[in-house]
């Protein structure tokens, strides 16, 4: 093999120089007694020049450079913090009064971090099962499951703290979900489960790692965040329109109402349609207030139709195919289901927006757990600190309505925020009385300067003493508030204060009273409750699975539990008046054994050597279409060109000569008319 010649390998080896010169200088010394040391030979003359006595030029040398533990605990914490190398290196630097007082250079910052890295390679899952271990010491509500391949490799992984848990129970009404990528080094997608709080933040309710996304995996996922939230299922779910992850939804959700994120249909409409956007400017504008401000569904689909007819696109083949799964994102379909005025994955792009500001596609799986968890502290001190500037500040009234007081003594700061721009919203309408105290009429003027289209009217129901106010647009059913068409015939009745039944917890100020108390203690209030009795199977199944265990060794051991076992259980079953069903495991367990005592090895990595690739840039479907291009054999307008022309091939097969094909014959396959 020739020398210095790397052009055979992938990654060529970088060209460093040789610091060797034979230079014969040293110094020995020897060691005479403790801290004692004699020097027996020196050796002066060097055959080099010498480096200057300055630090700037000392710091370069091999012999001189030093990091101690505590610069080097220095460099891991705010590398924990997401920052680049270079910018510690800046911070470190100031410290010291200049880079000439480091003793080190960049690059020996980032071999610490590398380091540091490839000590969890191998172990990496490992090392965060060990550390779920932990955290279930401190918190009995930790939960974590995981699936491994027929390698024993990991396959998902997924986990939620003892306070996300019991948020679910008060907040989990309302969950988006979605996936993300790139955020660790194995480019396993990660798919958090994201809720709303009583002050409008977005709140975790658990996460995972998938090895892909297919409708088995998802429904992995789900059934095993099912059993983590104490069988809850949830009232509203919020997806983008991946089909595994409908299909998945359908089997383990059945009762639970899916819904497709509109800004993900809108923007698929607008790559489809963008040549009619241009050429009808008006269209898309009308075509957004007609989704957006539809109350009904009849209402919406009476516009629709006339819409189309209007601009003639009934041929249309998009627009007909958003038509056809209308029921499926169009917000006139959720009016009555409650979906806490969202209609989009916004929360989830947001926070997996966030998520990749402090993650990168070089973090270990451990990294990952690590900086996840500093998030999800910082968001449960953000809510501590609403509740804190609810009970301690008053906002401000708009009106000297006594309703908009009683408001603000129930409502956390940013809900009642929402309530008065309901209430100032009311007053542009104009209630006409149908019927005295049973039926009104909220007639909404419409603001041609603004180009905003409304319904002309909307009908309030009322039963004054019931205290009941019933629109047709479907507010409260979908927001959690009243509307403004409601709030404007409260007014014009004089009611005072907000009917209890119009009062949601979830967004009242001590709507997470709760979530501080663990669920073995609600159950004392609580009794026997659903939630309580997957918290009880979670408790006993692991010292139930422990005996299993140990009682297998031993034939004595066996027959001894199993003896137990039976009489336990008939004076058990004396206690238990009704039936219950036998709740799903908790734990997740595989073929081989508990989860616990199976050996898991890290799953694949994305990429072993060099750089690492980032993200293409999000491209449309119209950058991504092939292009048209003029065949040179058939002379069409097509995809394809010369080598693969259908007539090209089909000539040659039967023993044409291609080559002399004259332009009749050309001009006869496409139809065309010779002069």
Not at 312 to 325: G, Q
Not at 544 to 570: H, P, Q, T, Y
Request: overall charge positive.
């Amino acid at each position: 093999m020739e020398l210095g010649n790397s052009s055979n390998k992938k990654t060529p080896e970088k060209e460093k120089g040789s610091g060797r010169t034979g230079c014969k200088a040293y110094l020995r010394l020897k060691l005479v007694k403790d801290a004692i040391w004699q020097v027996t030979k020196f050796h002066d003359i060097h055959n080099h020049n010498l480096v200057p006595n300055t630090s700037a030029r000392r710091r370069i040398l091999q012999s001189q450079k030093l990091m101690t533990n505590n610069i080097k605990q220095i460099i891991r914490d705010l590398t924990d913090q997401n920052i680049e190398p270079s910018k510690i290196l800046a911070y470190l630097s100031t410290l010291e009064g200049g880079k000439d007082n480091i003793p080190f250079k960049r690059k020996d910052v980032s071999n610490l971090i590398a380091m540091d890295n490839a000590k969890l390679l191998g172990r990496d899952v490992e090392t965060t099962l060990m550390n779920f271990q932990r955290k279930k010491e401190e918190d009995p509500e930790f939960f974590y499951a995981i699936d491994v391949d027929e390698d024993g490799c990991l396959k998902h992984i997924f986990w939620a703290d003892g306070r996300s848990r019991r948020a679910y129970l008060e907040f989990g009404d309302v969950v988006t979900f979605d996936t993300t990528y790139n955020t660790n080094m194995y480019s396993m997608p990660l798919a958090p489960f994201i809720g709303v709080n009583h002050h409008r933040q977005s709140i975790f309710f658990g996460m995972a790692l998938l090895r892909s996304e297919t409708t088995d995996n998802f429904c992995w996922l789900f059934e095993t965040w099912l059993k983590a939230m104490y069988g809850k299922h949830p009232v509203s779910i919020i997806t983008d329109q991946d089909h595994a992850m409908r299909n998945a939804i359908k089997i383990v959700f059945p009762n639970t109402v899916h819904r497709c994120c509109k800004w993900h249909v809108m923007r698929k409409a607008k790559e489809k349609l963008a040549s009619l956007y241009g050429l009808k400017p008006t269209f898309k504008t009308e075509m957004e207030l007609l989704i957006n401000y539809s109350s009904t569904v009849s209402d919406f689909e009476t516009r629709w139709m006339a819409m189309i007819e209007k601009h003639k696109l009934k041929d249309n083949k998009h627009l007909n195919n958003m038509y056809e799964k209308r029921s499926e994102w169009v917000p006139a379909y959720f009016r009555d289901v409650f979906f806490a005025d969202m209609s989009t994955t916004q929360r989830s792009e947001s926070m997996n927006a966030l998520l990749k500001m402090w993650l990168t596609s070089h973090s270990s799986i451990y990294k990952f757990v690590m900086k996840i968890d500093g998030m999800i502290e910082s968001i449960w001190q953000s809510e501590s600190d609403e509740d804190l500037i609810s009970m301690d500040k008053e906002p401000h009234l708009w009106s000297m309505y006594d309703m908009e007081d009683h408001a603000r003594e129930v409502y956390t700061k940013r809900v009642f925020k929402e309530f008065k721009e309901l209430l100032k919203r009311s007053t542009l309408g104009k209630a006409i009385e149908k019927e005295r105290d049973v039926l009104y009429e909220v007639n909404i003027a419409q603001n041609p300067k603004k180009h905003i289209w409304v319904p002309e009217s909307y009908v309030v129901s009322v039963d004054k003493e019931g205290g009941i106010f019933s629109c047709n647009c479907k507010g409260f059913e979908f927001e959690g508030l009243l509307c403004s068409h409601a709030l404007k015939v409260m007014c014009n009745l004089g009611i005072e204060k907000l009917p209890s039944h119009y009062i949601l917890k979830r967004w009242c100020k001590n709507a997470n009273i709760e979530i501080n108390r663990p669920v073995n203690e609600r159950s004392r209030v609580a009794k026997n409750s659903q939630a309580l009795e997957m918290f009880r199977f979670a408790a006993l199944n692991p010292k139930l699975n422990s005996i299993g265990k140990w009682a297998s060794k031993d034939d004595r051991a066996f027959n001894m539990v199993e003896a137990k076992l039976g009489e336990l259980l008939s004076q058990i079953s004396q206690l238990v008046l009704d039936d219950i069903s036998q709740p799903a495991e908790v734990q997740t367990s595989n073929e081989k054994g508990p989860v616990n005592m199976l050996v898991v090895s890290d799953p694949p990595l994305s990429q072993c050597k060099g750089r690492k690739k980032k993200p293409a840039r999000w491209k449309s479907a119209a950058e991504n279409a092939p292009n048209k291009r003029i065949c040179g054999y058939c002379k069409q307008k097509t995809f394809h060109n010369r080598r693969t022309c259908p007539k090209f091939l089909e000539n040659r097969e039967i023993g044409m000569d291609v080559e002399k094909t004259s332009e009749l014959e050309r001009a006869n396959w496409n139809g065309e008319e010779m002069e």
